[in-house]
């Protein structure tokens, strides 16, 4: 039995405030970072004193702030209910219901490992905008609270007070990405989103960087021609082509940094209920996936990634609006034969030859080509500002023009809607491929989405709202997705599976 107990008003780890000062000092340079070039600026020097007092004392005042929160930030069981006390002047007191408990999931960042404490983040489904982060608290006392708050949650069927009398089965571990395969994710990133952030980074603060570095000879005389020249880069497309592939290196750099700081040692241990995936090098985090509570997940591969067999898993589980991207669940290098496990686990599906496949109208091609038209010409409005030669201009649409055509091509190809048994699987991408799969019974509601150009050209668009998101199946013939809507509203009506 837990020698701790919940039933009284009780405060984090004392620890928790240098984590919150941590915090709060990051959100600073988080909100203050645009300026931090300019205080190695000569041009500055005066004023040098005065941002560093100015830092100082923001820093002396978080602090206490720190403290504050530490002191007026307690929690506890009562009842059905998760409690939640918070704040000095404005008071706030949020009280959740056990049943509507997410998953209750562990993070330790570097700074917690090394004072010894665990945060936890608990999750809520169906609500708006209630999600608790508990900062630092012992390890014990984490693993006791998450007990107790599973162990608080009321059945809601048959099914669920029938597996509370099964016999809980051991932990057990069905995936480990080993460190081959991490490579092999790092290898098959998207770079170019890394390679365009580099840039835009490199030529807001050109000038200061020029500055910081001017002491390094090398280094300095090489970024000195870049800032002075900047109207040669962009006016030469070799130039351009030799930037690019200096950039792209840079990224695929940054791109496998990421990927080992985030996806570092991540394993899946089944769970009764789920799954539990851990992951991150300095950053460490453990998050549990109920089954019955996962609305839908993505499948994510591209032409390097199919070579190399492996794929990356996104998984969408019923949760807050709040709930942030990067604390979404992904199991990267993920192999066919595990995703097919993994399909079968969370959607008993499994691939049948019954498929009836729907596919967009024609109109998703023709509008598809509109906007890119368009861009385009956005692209050769830029092109003519920074004064391309004719041979330049001419060379560049030839090589943009064909792309952007394969572009739209590729993704309507790679545009379907399945519908296989209980499950819908919902297939887009370009370059690379996307899919989708959810049990459709999960549905909350559909909309009928229908421009006036659309109504004439007869082509509706469905969004299908789960727990997770929205889900579009765009420029769908009428009869199409009136079929599609009639199959999903049936099941949803005639189904008596919990969807959270």
């Given at each position: ?282 950053t460490r985090r453990e998050d549990v ?13 591209n032409p390097v990634k199919q070579k ?193």
């Amino acid at each position: 039995m837990s020698n701790y107990s919940f039933d009284e008003l009780g405060r984090q780890s004392p620890k928790g405030i240098v984590i919150n000062y941590g915090v709060l000092l990051y959100k600073l340079v988080k909100s203050f970072w645009v300026f931090i070039p300019i205080v190695f600026s000569d041009s500055i020097d005066n004023k040098l004193n005065y941002i560093l007092g100015l830092l100082g004392i923001l820093a002396l005042v978080l602090l206490i702030v720190a403290v504050v929160q530490y002191l007026y930030f307690k929690f506890k069981i009562d009842g059905e209910y998760f409690v939640l006390n918070q704040g000095m002047i404005f008071k706030k007191k949020t009280s959740i219901p056990l049943d509507r408990i997410q998953s209750v999931n562990f993070k330790q960042n570097l700074i917690h490992q090394l004072i010894n404490v665990t945060q936890v983040e608990i999750q809520t489904a169906g609500a708006k905008d209630i999600e608790v982060s508990i900062k630092a608290i012992s390890r014990q006392k984490a693993e006791a609270l998450k007990k107790r708050l599973e162990s608080n949650i009321v059945p809601t069927s048959l099914d669920e007070i029938k597996s509370e009398a099964v016999e809980v089965n051991e932990d057990k571990l069905i995936y480990k990405l080993s460190f081959s395969e991490l490579l092999k994710v790092s290898f098959s990133e998207n770079h170019i989103r890394s390679f365009f952030w580099i840039v835009a980074i490199f030529f807001s603060f050109s000038y200061q960087i020029r500055d910081f570095f001017k002491g390094l000879d090398f280094v300095g005389e090489a970024i000195n021609y870049v800032v002075d020249n900047k109207s040669l880069f962009t006016g030469s497309l070799l130039l351009l082509g030799f930037a690019f592939i200096i950039g792209l290196i840079i990224s695929i750099i940054v791109s496998f940094a990421r990927v080992f700081l985030r996806h570092f040692d991540q394993n899946v241990v089944k769970r009764n209920d789920g799954i539990q995936v851990s992951e991150g090098l300095f950053t460490r985090r453990e998050d549990v996936l109920k089954i019955k509570k996962i609305q839908y997940s993505v499948t994510v591969t591209n032409p390097v990634k199919q070579k190399l067999g492996i794929q990356t898993i996104k998984i969408r589980q019923a949760g807050s609006a709040k709930t942030k991207k990067k604390k979404l669940v992904q199991l990267v290098g993920v192999k066919n034969e595990f995703l097919s496990k993994l399909n079968e686990l969370f959607f008993n599906y499994r691939p049948s030859d019954t498929k009836e496949t729907f596919k967009p109208s024609r109109y998703y091609l023709f509008r598809m080509f509109v906007r890119t038209f368009i861009l385009l010409i956005l692209l050769n409005c830029i092109i003519f500002l920074n004064q391309f030669s004719a041979m330049n201009w001419v060379l560049a649409n030839a090589l943009i023009i064909p792309i952007a055509i394969i572009m739209v091509l590729l993704k309507f190809k790679k545009t379907y809607f399945d519908f296989d048994g209980k499950t819908l699987l919902i297939g887009s991408g370009k370059i690379g491929t996307i899919t989708t799969v959810i049990e459709y019974f999960k549905t909350q509601n559909i909309t009928y989405s229908q421009s006036f150009i659309q109504k004439r050209r007869g082509v509706v668009t469905l969004k299908l709202q789960t727990a997770s998101g929205v889900i579009k199946l765009p420029c769908l013939h009428e009869e199409d997705a009136r079929t599609i809507q009639e199959r999903i509203v049936s099941e949803v009506e005639s189904s008596t599976k919990d969807w959270i």
